[in-house]
Structure formats: C-alpha cells, structure tokens
C-alpha cells in the first residue's frame, strides 16, 4: 500500500480512524480493535473527566501495542440567559413526567470558566499518558495549548465543515484535518459560520478543501464501506474518518436500541436536530425531536440544552424508550451492519490496495 | 473506453449528462456543443412551449449530428388559496416598488388542467420531434404516457432524491435514475417526501441507490471535474449530470451576472430557498432571499409562486440587479470556470479513461 503523508503521521497501516463518538460508545475493545487492525482508534473524550481518560488509556494499552488517538472539545463561551434556561427547562416537563424523572426546578448549567478548566485537565492528561494523537471539534485550542501539544510532539487533527474552516485549521498549525461533510452524524464541527451555511455536502466539500490547504484531509460523513473510502480517494482524501459504520460494530459500546434503531431505518428518517444538546446534530428522528422541534431555534446553546435533557436522556436508556435517546446516525443506515471491526476493516481493505495506488 | 449500459443507452462516448437547467441557460450552441464533444446535450424545457422546443430542436440539429435529450417538469396538483396568492404577492410589493415593476392587484396563476395540458403538447412535440431522450423533474409521467414514449423507443430518464423515489422511478418503467444529491443547484427533484427529509449528500445517496435498483445511476450534485466523476464511478453510478459546470461555460445563456456571481461566491454562501418559485432550490444567498426569508414556509407552491416572481425576476435581469435574480448554483461554485465546453469536456476525459477500466 502507498504510504501518504497521512499514514505517516497516524502512523497506521490504513487511512482509516474510528469516528471519536463521545458518551460511552468508544469502548476500549473498540478503540483497542480498530488500531488492532491496521487503522486509527480514538477516544470520544469530550464529556470525560481525567481519571476516566487515565483509566480508558491504560485498559486500552493493554489490549493493543498499536497507537490510538483521542478527541477533546473546545469550549466556546456562549451566552445563555437565565430566562432562556427556565423556559427551556418547562419545555421538558411533560416528558420528564411521562418518564418519571424528577424535573428540577433549578437545574445547575456548566460555566465556561469550569468548562475551560476542565479542558486544560484532560490536555494535562493526555500528555501525561502519552497519547500521541489528539483531535478537536467545536473550534480549536488556544495557541499556547498547540504550542505545548506540539513540544509533546502530539500530532493535532481539526475538524472543518467549510473551506474556510479548513484555512483556519492549517493555519492554526494542526496537522491534518478532517472535513465533516453534511451526511456525519452526531453534532455538527462548524466553527466560523451558521451551521446551516455549512452543510456542504462531500462530493462538494472535499475538492473545494483540497484546493485550498496542503495539509492531509480526512473525509467525514455517510463513508461506511469501500466505495466511500474509494471516492474520498478520487475526490482528493488522504483517508476517511467513520462514525456510525463503527458505532453498529459488536465492539462499540452503544446502546443496543441505538444500533438496532440505525440497523431499521432509512435515510430519510435522519434529520438535524438541537433538541438534545443545543448543538446542531444528526440523528434519527423520533418523538422528542419531533415534539421539541417548534422551540428547537430557541433553546439554549450547547452544552445547557445538553444539561438539561442529561436526565431524560439518561432514564430513556435506562428503561430502553428509544423515543427520548439522542440515536445519532450519519445518512447511509442502509449500509450498517452490526459486524466485529475486523470484518469492517477487511471489507474495506479487500481489493483496495491496488486500486489506491492507482489512484493516487 | 469500457462501454456501460448507461453509455449504450445514451449513445454517447462518455458517461457525462449536461443538466437540463430550464430558463433559457441551454441554448442551443451549449446543448450541440456537449453533445459533440461526446457527452450528452440536453435542453432544459420545463418551461418551452412546443413552438420553442421546435425551434430549438432544429437549430441543435444543424449544429451537431448527434443525439441530445430534453427534460420536462412533470405538473402537480398542488392546493393553493386565493388567499394565500393575495398575501404572497402583497409581500412583493416594496421589491416591485424599488425595481419600477408594475405591481398587479390580480395576478393569473397557473392551473393544473392548463399545466396537464400544456405537459401533453410538450410530449407530443418530443415525439414529433424524434427527440431519442426524455428525462422528467417533480415526478413521473402518467402510465399512458410512458407507455407511448416507450412504443417510439424513447429511453426514459426519471429523478430521485432518495432511495425509495428511485426505487419508485424503476418501478415505473423509466431506463435511468438521475440520483440529484443535497449538493445539486436549483430545484429539488423531490416528489414522495418533505425536501428537507430529502436532503442527502451523494456520499451516503449513490451507494444506497445502488444497492436497491438495477437499471444505471447518474450522479448529480456538486460534480464539477474529473474528481468529481471518478467519486461517482466508484460510489457505483455509471455516470454524471453536471448543471453549474456547463452553466458557466461560454455557450451557456445564462445571464453574465449569474456566471459571474458563481465565479466569485463561495461554497457557505449557497442556500435554499422557496422564495422565487414556492419550490426548494439551491442558489447564491441575496437580498430578495434574505428578504423573503421570514416567508418562506408560507408562500404559495410551484408554480404559483414562480408567476408570482416572475415580472421581478424579469426586471431584475434586464437591468443588472442581480439582488433579484434567482441565482441557482450546486455547492462546488469554487470549482467553477468560466471555460469551453470543449475544455470542460476534455478534462473530464484525460487520463480517465485508463482509470475508468480499472474501476468498473
């Protein structure tokens, strides 16, 4: 197989990383499987304190010699009134009620300073354990946090939805960058613009990007299979990055209700959505997407909305009511199959080496 | 070159459809010119009356020797108040205004018997015409008439935005689906589902298409260059449609503000919009767009908006604002130039050819 700049530098047999899906879907067996077999593991680490991260990166060392790499959010200081967060709050009443979760007159909503500390926490972590890869998404870290990354030698990846998302990534000095097409699923990496001024598809995107930064670029969104990682190639990809094709994986520690709730539906059943965390998002709509999307402009910004909805999204999981989980998918369900990650991997490799250097 | 069914049916020497964009964009010098350069010419119909098609036909055919296709908009009998005609046009009323426009008290929208009407005459014309290709937008045809197209051996070529609309263009008899993705420039081909439900990028699209119908896929949306074409060939379509591509070619008659807009906008600055023909279409953001947006869901259907707009859309051309010109564009306007078909031909075609085998 030709070794590009990006193989390099992930230091991986194959130009594949395992989507970082936060909330408890990167298991260490999935993350451990992934580099196992010749691709790019990562931990979705955003909503993780730092002895987790610890605990994830040595139980992950142990099932694996390979590398892995691990994704972190930026904080954004965003304002949310008080007003906005009551009203939001009432919003959820009745579904807390119907699930016999207690609704909290008052509910405690993260601060940007706490949300900034904590930040500074896991970047402390992650250059204690030594894990040589760290991805961002919701924006990118301050300059001093890149400069100290990189006297780690950690190598940095950015996520851009736009052109000038991607500029702004290479720019700041990350390494690679993965461009999220409109297809992804979960939350949405725009950065600069309204989110839905970036909602570009991939076809599009990407040989937009490529003309644009000399850095490798990862396509994101909708790949599940070879006939993705083959036309990311065509379009000017270094390699893909795939969320939900690993999320149905035996290995990803997803619900089960959400793998089987991808595996029985149809593209045209996933839809965006900031009912859940304040945050645009794609996933499969259900009934608290629909009976929220009339206050969906207004509620609060990620990560309120997000505390908000914690409990009722921690009691729909619970009681196994799929109609109140976020079930975050990108737009080619059809092609999801609940497989180990080594058949994945294999079908995406078969065949595949020839045609690549061909290619490039 | 390996000949494909797609290629056998077109009878043309490469896999490449110029889209049909309707509004006077395909001249005649355009469609001849596409088709001589080995792909296929197509005129953009929708809105000719059979004198036109007429006309044009015999111009092309003086042109090149040979074979171009035609498209058509299928009518629907969509509801729309007096009402909500009245309210719709009262809310162009200070845009007539700074355009000099005269404002009409009483606007003529068309109705559906006269559109069935006109749809029939349109198709007796193409049979007339011995025009060999006919592709529809926003449905399908009637079975009586399929069934006439197919006794003079017309190939038949119906649009789907989603699986099940392609599922539904093979079930009718058509022999190509032209699978429009989220990335494709003006209207929406979309006719079982909401547009927004309908959104999917060709990334996720073309593979999920092809893993349900038999007869040959066209990808369109986005495609702009040779990129572009191989990432379709490997998703699994057997061929393209490019619309902005050829729309900002030389021979192309769209208004030079409108190539000139494409040439100079960037891919977050296309958006959709209802506001100029009461259908979803994908176009550069201005101020009529801007201006209409707190409207939008409300205006009236396709056509009845259309008429609505249209003595603005007219002014706006004939004096250069281009503020109120529709300014359809898929979201790739950074790939755009301002070329020779035969340019833009000849390096879909380079170098392709060898890779084309290796794929398929």
Same mark, same amino acid.
């Given at each position: 197989?030709?070794?590009?700049?990006?193989?390099?530098?992930?230091?991986?047999?194959?130009?594949?990383?395992?989507?970082?899906?936060?909330?408890?879907?990167?298991?260490?067996?999935?993350?451990?499987?992934? %580099? %196992?077999?010749?691709?790019?593991?990562? !931990?979705?680490?955003?909503?993780?304190?730092?002895?987790?991260?610890?605990?994830?990166?040595?139980?992950?060392?142990?099932?694996? %010699?390979?590398?892995?790499?691990?994704?972190?959010?930026?904080?954004?200081?965003?304002? $949310?009134?008080?007003?906005?967060?009551?009203?939001?709050?009432?919003?959820?009443?009745?579904?807390?009620?119907?699930?016999?979760?207690?609704?909290?007159?008052? !509910?405690? $909503?993260?601060?940007?300073?706490?949300?900034?500390?904590? +930040?500074?926490?896991?970047?402390?972590?992650? /250059?204690?354990?030594?894990?040589?890869?760290?991805? +961002?998404?919701?924006?990118?870290? %301050? @300059?001093? #946090? #890149?400069?100290?990354?990189?006297?780690?030698?950690?190598?940095? #990846?950015?996520?851009?939805?736009?052109? =000038? @998302?991607?500029?702004?990534?290479?720019?700041?000095?990350?390494?690679?960058?993965?461009?999220?097409?409109?297809?992804?699923?979960?939350?949405?990496?725009?950065?600069?613009?309204?989110?839905?001024?970036?909602?570009?598809?991939?076809?599009?995107?990407?040989?937009? $990007?490529?003309?644009?930064?000399? /850095?490798?670029?990862?396509?994101?969104?909708?790949?599940?299979?070879?006939?993705?990682?083959?036309? =990311?190639?065509?379009?000017?990809?270094?390699?893909?990055?795939?969320?939900?094709?690993?999320?149905?994986?035996?290995?990803?520690? *997803?619900?089960?209700?959400?793998?089987?709730? /991808?595996?029985?539906?149809?593209?045209?059943?996933?839809?965006?959505?900031? *009912?859940?965390?304040?945050?645009?998002?794609?996933? #499969?709509?259900?009934?608290?997407?629909?009976?929220?999307?009339?206050?969906? &402009?207004?509620?609060?910004?990620?990560?309120?909305?997000?505390?908000?909805?914690? &409990?009722?999204?921690?009691?729909?999981?619970? @009681?196994?009511?799929?109609?109140?989980? =976020?079930?975050?998918?990108?737009? =080619?369900?059809?092609?999801?199959?609940?497989?180990?990650? &080594?058949?994945?991997?294999?079908?995406?490799?078969?065949?595949?080496?020839?045609?690549?250097?061909?290619?490039?």
């Amino acid at each position: 197989m030709l070794r590009t700049k990006l193989i390099d530098l992930l230091n991986s047999h194959y130009p594949i990383i395992q989507a970082p899906m936060a909330g408890g879907i990167t298991t260490s067996q999935l993350v451990a499987e992934v %580099s %196992s077999c010749g691709g790019l593991g990562m !931990i979705g680490a955003g909503y993780m304190t730092p002895d987790q991260i610890r605990e994830q990166t040595s139980e992950i060392k142990q099932l694996t %010699s390979r590398q892995f790499g691990i994704n972190l959010f930026v904080p954004n200081d965003l304002p $949310v009134s008080e007003k906005n967060i009551e009203w939001a709050n009432e919003k959820l009443e009745s579904i807390c009620k119907e699930l016999k979760v207690q609704h909290p007159d008052r !509910i405690e $909503v993260p601060n940007y300073k706490h949300l900034v500390n904590q +930040f500074y926490e896991q970047i402390k972590v992650l /250059i204690e354990e030594k894990i040589p890869i760290c991805s +961002f998404t919701f924006g990118l870290p %301050s @300059e001093p #946090i #890149i400069k100290e990354l990189k006297q780690h030698s950690i190598i940095l #990846i950015g996520t851009a939805t736009t052109v =000038s @998302e991607a500029i702004e990534v290479e720019n700041k000095g990350m390494d690679i960058v993965v461009v999220q097409g409109s297809e992804a699923g979960g939350h949405r990496g725009d950065f600069l613009k309204d989110t839905q001024e970036s909602l570009i598809g991939l076809m599009s995107l990407i040989p937009q $990007v490529v003309d644009h930064v000399k /850095i490798p670029i990862v396509a994101a969104g909708g790949i599940m299979d070879r006939r993705g990682l083959m036309a =990311s190639l065509c379009l000017g990809a270094q390699g893909v990055q795939m969320g939900t094709a690993f999320l149905t994986c035996i290995e990803s520690g *997803a619900h089960p209700l959400h793998k089987e709730a /991808i595996l029985g539906t149809t593209e045209d059943q996933i839809v965006l959505t900031r *009912a859940f965390s304040g945050k645009w998002a794609r996933g #499969i709509k259900n009934r608290f997407i629909s009976e929220m999307q009339e206050y969906e &402009s207004s509620l609060p910004a990620f990560p309120v909305q997000n505390s908000l909805t914690k &409990s009722i999204r921690k009691a729909a999981a619970l @009681e196994g009511k799929k109609d109140f989980m =976020s079930l975050w998918s990108g737009q =080619s369900p059809r092609l999801a199959k609940n497989q180990r990650v &080594s058949t994945l991997m294999k079908s995406l490799i078969d065949e595949q080496s020839k045609s690549f250097e061909d290619l490039t």
